[in-house]
């Protein structure tokens, strides 16, 4: 039921480029990214509806496959400031639409060295 | 401003103690959740509630309890009945199903 993330974890140079993937095996409504560095609360980055509808930051970009349940993030030319453990929450659709809950991955563990 | 606030942001109970977390929000959302985060881990839903007076169980419940009495505020109950109290906890609120969650900034939990 958990979405599964990959990879678990990627080491950048700044200035560097980097996809993180999101696998869920239920249908979805939404997916949303966000990030966490350590021993802070999560940031939301982007949320991505079912219909194409995609809200966010401007620096940030995503994709979201609904047939295959997947989504993906860009990050590009990363910065130092882009360092953190970057989580996708995933929304299904329940009696009477969608609901509210999420279901979090595991996570992906980004380092990028200067 | 408008926010989520959670205290305490360090708590320590001993072994067989009940403790409760605070949640409070004044964005006037309609959701609000708690999850929580172990070392390494992911977020993992505890409770939400969709409407005051209502709630419903994540995917670890057991052991914990929460109210709704007002929009504003969501306090968990961690009960000497969760064998492993020890955690990172978050609280969350969205106004609905469409929107991003907020959080707030957590409380760590240390059960001796």
């Known amino acids: 039921q958990q979405p599964v993330q990959s990879p678990q974890a990627v080491i950048l140079r700044e200035g560097e480029d980097a996809v993180i993937n999101c696998s869920s095996s239920?249908?979805?409504?939404?997916v949303h990214w966000y990030r966490q560095k350590h021993g802070e609360a999560p940031v939301f980055l982007m949320i991505?509806?079912?219909?194409?509808e995609q809200k966010g930051h401007e620096k940030i970009s995503a994709s979201f496959n609904e047939k295959k349940q997947q989504s993906s993030l860009y990050l590009t030319a990363s910065q130092l400031s882009y360092s953190g453990t970057y989580f996708c929450?995933?929304?299904?659709?329940?009696?009477?639409?969608?609901?509210?809950?999420?279901?979090f991955g595991t996570g992906t563990l980004l380092a990028v060295q200067p | 401003d408008g926010g989520i606030t959670q205290s305490p942001k360090y708590l320590f109970r001993k072994e067989g103690q009940n403790v409760t977390l605070s949640c409070e929000q004044n964005?006037?959302?309609?959701?609000m959740y708690w999850y929580r985060q172990d070392p390494g881990q992911g977020l993992r839903l505890i409770y939400y509630?969709?409407?005051?007076?209502?709630?419903q169980k994540g995917d670890i419940a057991e052991g914990y309890s929460v109210s709704r009495e007002k929009k504003e505020s969501f306090p968990l109950t961690v009960t000497s009945a969760q064998k492993n109290p020890t955690a990172f906890y978050l609280c969350?609120?969205?106004?609905?199903?469409?929107?991003?969650?907020?959080f707030g900034p957590g409380t760590r939990l240390t059960v001796l």
């Open positions: 509630s969709q409407i005051v007076n209502d709630f």
């Open positions: 239920k249908a979805l409504y939404s």
């Open positions: 991505l509806l079912k219909g194409g």
């Open positions: 929450g995933t929304g299904t659709l329940g009696y009477g639409g969608a609901t509210n809950k999420l279901i």
């Open positions: 964005l006037n959302h309609d959701a």
């Open positions: 969350a609120s969205t106004p609905t199903a469409y929107n991003e969650q907020f």
